[in-house]
Each structure stands twice: as structure tokens, then as C-alpha cells.
């Protein structure tokens, strides 16, 4: 059970996250004041719900969680929080990882991208192939195949699997609910629209989250993992015309100097789009970054709860003491070290 210090810490943090006004918060701003996309500096900075909302999201999720996962979450929050990252910094050095940030739904026919959800990874590859499937990106089955891997850490007790894992799960879970992760036009580079991907999911958050309500409630069991991956794919899919529309219908309005401004962060300048540009069209989408954003929160407090129902709800209480050791402290420093290297030429939407 969630001790009432913890219950009370939890509420606090969520007061401080919804209303804006806590510590965490100024600290989270200063990250995205440090790390947040930039129009023209997209090779330096995230083009993906970036720092600020990957690590929010994962973060948010914990407090989801019922009194019997909390207690090891909580106490490890920092970890899931600063790891929600992991799988955009290792794009370039692990040839698997790119394909798992995304779906190009467009590119499938309508009566295919209905069949698509039913099938497992090996159907799939067999009707399409794998090469095909990787091309267009992998995301739903990703987050199907990380929930069996996270199942297993649970049922084994590991608790170093067990964070690593809910870090990139949490990660994945959210690019899978947001419109552009699913789109070959993902940057809006096919209709003259290149800086949107970081506009919507970066810009917009940075702007104006901390008037989101980040309240989503409790955690719920799911029933069926790949389904509601590829239901969050669909619902973020569907939010895509109006992400694209309303910027096409808005820059029709602004003069290019109206649409963008420069900003200065660590003392550089850099171009971006204006408070007022951003503004009108955060309004324009009617809360959708919002929703978004909730729905990844839940979604992931849903799926750690599932793999830890699906393993036997084994007893985290003797996890608590976990600590990493020394030695693999330094195999993960020297890990994320390797995921610098810049290895392989990857499409540039989760740039960091
Ligand atoms: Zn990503």
C-alpha cells in the first residue's frame, strides 16, 4: 500500500502539474527552455512530443496507478521520467528503432488498414513483409510486443527490466497518440508545411500545457493490448486532417514575418513560430494537444497496470530497495554513450 506521505506527495504533484504554479513545473519549463524544438534548429533539438512531453507523460502515469504499483513507481519516478526518452536517442545507433516511433496508415488501402489490426506481427509480415512493415512504420505491434516484455519482467521480478521497460513503453505509447506519428506527411513536408510535426508537439505544449488538465483518473485493466494500440493509432489518425487543414487555413491569414518570430533561448536566436500564430491555432484544434496528452497519460497507466495484472500482481513492496549497482550504472552511462553515434540516416521526425 501507497504510504499516506506518498498520497499526499501524489496529490501535490498533481495540483502542481494541473494548476502550474509548483516547483516541478518551473523545472519542467526550464527543461523545455533548454531542450524544446526550434523551427530551424531541428538537428539540435526534438522534433517529437520532445523532452517536455515524453517525460510529462510518463511521469503523469504514475499517478494512475493502484496503492500496490505505486509505492515502487513513485520511488522510482525519476528514472521512468528521465528514461522516457531512451527510445528517440537511440534511433541512429539501433537499427530496429526507427520504424517503432510510427504508422504511415495513408499509405494502405482502406480495406487493408481495417484487416491490419487483427493481425499479429507474423501475419503481417507474412501478408506484407517485414521490409514493407518497417518502411511504413511498426508502432501498434511495438507497443503489443513491449507489453509481453514488461508482462515477463513483472512475472520475474526484475526490477531493473521492469523501469527500463515502462520508460519505453510510456514513450512509445505516446507517439502512437499523436496525428503526425501516423501520417507519411509527417513533417507536413509533402504539402508545404515542413516544421509542423514540431509545432504541434513541442510549440503548442510548451505554450500552453500548463493550462491542461492532467487529471485522467485511475488506471484500468485492458483487455485486449494490440487492439487499443491500434485504436489509439486510429483515433490519432483521425485527428490528422484538422492538424494539417487548420495550419493550411491559418498561414493563408499571416504574412510570413506575422507567422513566425525569433525567440531567444541560451542566448540564441532562433526562428519560430509566433505566440500569435500559435495561439490562434492551438485554438483552432479545440484542446486536441490536450486530449492527446491525456489519452497517452492514461494509456500508459493502463499498460503498466495490465502487464502487472497479467503477471500474478506480484508484490513490488520487494522491489522497493532496488538500487542500480555500480557496475550497471556504468554499462548504462556507456550505453547511452554508444546511441550518440550517429549510424544510421533515419526519417528526421524524431530527431534529437
Ligand atoms: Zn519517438
Known amino acids: 500500500m501507497a504510504k499516506k506521505s506518498e498520497c499526499n506527495d501524489c496529490f501535490r504533484e498533481i495540483v502542481h502539474l494541473s494548476l502550474a504554479k509548483g516547483k516541478i513545473l518551473v523545472f519542467c519549463s526550464a527543461i523545455i527552455v533548454l531542450k524544446s524544438t526550434g523551427w530551424q534548429t531541428k538537428k539540435e533539438f526534438p522534433m517529437v512530443w520532445g523532452f517536455f512531453g515524453h517525460q510529462k507523460i510518463n511521469r503523469l502515469a504514475v499517478f494512475t496507478l493502484p496503492p500496490e504499483m505505486f509505492g515502487f513507481y ?28 510510427f504508422i504511415d496508415l495513408d499509405i494502405y488501402k482502406d480495406s487493408l488498414k481495417l484487416l491490419l489490426p487483427t493481425f499479429s506481427w507474423r501475419e503481417a509480415a507474412e ?28 512475472r520475474k521480478k526484475d526490477a531493473r527490466r521492469i523501469l527500463m521497460l515502462s520508460a519505453d513503453i510510456g514513450h512509445y505509447i505516446a507517439d502512437a497518440n499523436v496525428p503526425l506519428h501516423t501520417t507519411k506527411n509527417y513533417n ?39 487492439k487499443r494500440a491500434w485504436q ?72 503498466w497496470l495490465t502487464c502487472w495484472i497479467d503477471a500474478g500482481q506480484p508484490d513490488l513492496t520487494q ?34
Open 74 to 101: 513513485k520511488k522510482n519516478i525519476d528514472f521512468i521520467t528521465e528514461n522516457a526518452v531512451n527510445p528517440d536517442q537511440r534511433r541512429y545507433a539501433v537499427k530496429e528503432e526507427a520504424p517503432r516511433h
Open 127 to 154: 501478408k506484407l513483409s517485414e521490409d514493407t512493415l518497417n518502411r511504413h512504420g511498426i508502432v501498434p505491434w511495438h507497443i503489443n510486443f513491449m507489453k509481453f516484455q514488461l508482462t515477463e519482467a513483472f
Open 188 to 226: 507536413g513536408q509533402l504539402t508545404n508545411q515542413i516544421g509542423i510535426h514540431g509545432f504541434w508537439e513541442s510549440r503548442l505544449p510548451e505554450l500552453f500545457s500548463e493550462e491542461y488538465d492532467f487529471f485522467v483518473g485511475q488506471a484500468e485493466y485492458v483487455q485486449i493490448p494490440q
Open 232 to 303: 489509439a493509432v486510429m483515433n490519432a489518425h483521425a485527428a490528422l486532417d484538422s492538424v494539417l487543414i487548420f495550419e493550411r487555413k491559418l498561414t493563408n491569414q499571416f504574412s510570413d514575418d506575422k507567422k513566425f518570430g525569433f525567440d531567444e533561448r541560451n542566448g540564441v536566436t532562433m526562428k519560430n513560430y509566433s505566440k500569435e500564430f500559435s495561439m490562434r491555432y492551438h485554438e483552432m484544434l479545440k484542446n486536441q494537444v490536450e486530449r492527446q496528452m491525456r489519452a497517452s497519460i492514461k494509456m500508459v497507466g493502463d499498460f
Open 319 to 352: 522491489l522497493l530497495n532496488y538500487q542500480l549497482s555500480k557496475d550497471e550504472k556504468e554499462a548504462d552511462d556507456l550505453e547511452k554513450k554508444s546511441w550518440l553515434q550517429k549510424v544510421f540516416d533515419v526519417r528526421k521526425e524524431g530527431d534529437n
